[in-house]
T-cell receptor, first 111, second 114 residues
Framework: DAGVTQSPTHLIKTRGQQVTLRCSPK?????VSWYQQALGQGPQFIFQ???????QRGNFPDRFSGHQFPNYSSELNVNALLLGDSALYLC??????????FGDGTRLSIL | GENVEQHPSTLSVQEGDSAVIKCTYS??????FPWYKQELGKGPQLIID?????GEKKDQRIAVTLNKTAKHFSLHITETQPEDSAVYFC?????????????FGTGTQLKVEL
């Protein structure tokens, strides 16, 4: 039974570009959450998707957007990249109020 | 919004000793408190969680206690082993039908020395 999978594992972009990160949830899960983890910090909540709609959002600018597909997979899009967007981006999936399970993340570096 | 503080930031113990990590939270509406272990290059892995209707929960060498009045909860690891070395995060959430975002602490780097 595959867990949460994320792609790509690493990505290098330059300032001003845009990026799309992808997440496939654990089998049986219908909710996907995205977190940003800066080096040496705890994960910060970006947003959560359920039934293909954004259900909750953290304190992130509109440059961060997402999408959930009918098969529950999800994408995170970031426009107009800034140096400060360099971080590990984590996807977590869950079902109902069951615990969230995390993938191993996408390491995004902005030059 | 919710704010979670975690202490200590680093913890070094001898193999076989116990380790305790403490967290406090600010939002009295929070009712779910998971603990995650993160190894280098990996995502956080859930190791134990507790809901607000329970004061203590154990799973082999790991236990979590919750004091809702004081708004703090703790992770206890007994008989520590080298493979317990990792970064540990506490988190808090309000489980509702409208979402269950996690607010994390800043992490504790645990080192178990031989």
């Amino acid at each position: 039974d595959a867990g949460v999978t994320q792609s790509p594992t690493h990505l290098i972009k330059t300032r001003g570009q845009q990026v799309t990160l992808r997440c496939s949830p654990k089998s049986g899960h219908d909710t996907v959450s995205w977190y940003q983890q800066a080096l040496g910090q705890g994960p910060q909540f970006i947003f959560q998707y359920y039934e293909e709609e954004e259900r909750q959002r953290g304190n992130f600018p509109d440059r961060f957007s997402g999408h959930q597909f009918p098969n529950y997979s999800s994408e995170l899009n970031v426009n107009a990249l800034l140096l400060g967007d360099s971080a590990l981006y984590l996807c977590a999936s869950s079902y109902g109020v069951q615990p969230q399970h995390f993938g191993d993340g996408t390491r995004l570096s902005i030059l | 919004g919710e704010n979670v503080e975690q202490h200590p930031s680093t913890l070094s113990v001898q193999e076989g000793d116990s380790a305790v990590i403490k967290c406090t939270y600010s939002d009295s509406a929070s009712n779910y408190f998971p603990w995650y272990k993160q190894e280098l290059g990996k995502g956080p892995q859930l190791i134990i969680d507790i809901r607000s209707n329970v004061g203590e929960k154990k799973d082999q060498r790991i236990a979590v206690t919750l004091n809702k009045t004081a708004k703090h909860f703790s992770l206890h690891i007994t008989e520590t082993q080298p493979e317990d070395s990792a970064v540990y995060f506490c988190a808090a959430s309000t489980l509702t039908g409208g979402g269950n975002k996690l607010t994390f602490g800043t992490g504790t780097q645990l080192k178990v020395e031989l």
